[in-house]
């Protein structure tokens, strides 16, 4: 078996069959299951559901549609303390190098800093967290103040 993964308590997240790529997610080993922000749930037939996935808390426009058969219906204590039904699909989900299948329950986490939670089960044997540390796996790069001027100079140049 390998070594698992140091991660810190918050890291970006893949789920390349849904064109996700670097969602913010925070590392969760008090809760079991793992949680996604979605908006526009649709019950579609067939035992599938169509949501949005919001990419960013300010950017609304940054958004995906998925469609995703619905692997259960469950039960959920979140953080608020009163139990609700939700609904639960499976995804390939990339953390670093590791992807693993893990159960999402769809929700809407908008008062929420982070659009993703990840739960101990999708973290077990594969990941230790250092809480001390977040986004040790990389963070993406911004364009610089520089990268910036020299773009806008070079508009300005060609015009």
């Not at 960013?56 to 608020?80: F, I, N, Q, W, Y």
Request: charged content about 35%.
């Amino acid at each position: 078996m390998n070594e698992p993964l140091v991660i810190g308590w918050a890291e970006y997240v893949d789920i390349p069959e849904w064109n996700v790529m670097r969602l913010r997610a925070k590392m969760d080993t008090g809760a079991r299951s793992s949680a996604l922000h979605v908006e526009n749930i649709q019950e579609v037939g067939d035992n599938r559901v169509r949501f949005d996935v919001r990419l960013h808390r300010r950017k609304l426009d940054r958004r995906v549609t998925v469609e995703a058969p619905v692997s259960r219906r469950g039960r959920v204590r979140p953080s608020s303390g009163v139990s609700e039904t939700r609904i639960f699909v499976v995804a390939k989900v990339r953390i670093g190098g590791v992807e693993r299948e893990i159960e999402l329950s769809l929700v809407c986490r908008a008062k929420m800093i982070f659009r993703m939670l990840i739960g101990r089960s999708a973290l077990s044997h594969a990941f230790v967290i250092d809480t001390s540390r977040r986004y040790s796996l990389g963070r993406p790069k911004k364009k610089t103040a520089k990268k910036k001027l020299k773009k806008k100079k070079k508009r300005v140049q060609s015009t």
